[in-house]
């Protein structure tokens, strides 16, 4: 058997009992598999020979794929609403903000922060004066002194 007669068995096992996705996923997997076995110095033939038999290796996906509970009807369910994944969840909304809303809100938020911030030097303001009043005192009598 060669890598493509491989190849089309394990396809043609493979569709129909689970969806297109997984389908593409695995036959990609095991081409490069193949591949880089053969880059790595195995003979085709060779690297085939440990692989097994392709109707097999077909077998044990679409079991696993049930295992988990993603069997075929589950992959071909659509709503109203739009494509469901491969378990039946619907996919997150993603949230497109226009570009005035997005500066809106960072302006904002840069304002908040220096308010914060100037309401803390504010209040912390007259025990910083007083720290420095005390040092300032201290190093004029001590330099009055010597």
Known sequence: MSKQEFINILRASLSGQVPAAVVSENVTYYED?????IRMGRTEQEVLQSLGNPRLIAKSIIDAS????????????????GYRDEVGHKPPRKIRLPIWLVLLLVFLAIF????????????????????????????????WLN
């Open 33 to 37: 598999y193949i591949n880089s076995q």
């Open 66 to 81: 049930k295992a988990v509970g993603q069997d075929a009807k589950n992959y071909s369910r659509e709503t109203s609403s």
């Open 112 to 143: 908040l922060i220096m308010g914060i911030v100037m309401r803390l030097l504010f209040f912390f303001a007259p025990l910083i004066m007083v720290a420095f009043l005390i040092v300032f005192l201290v190093k004029l009598f001590r330099d």
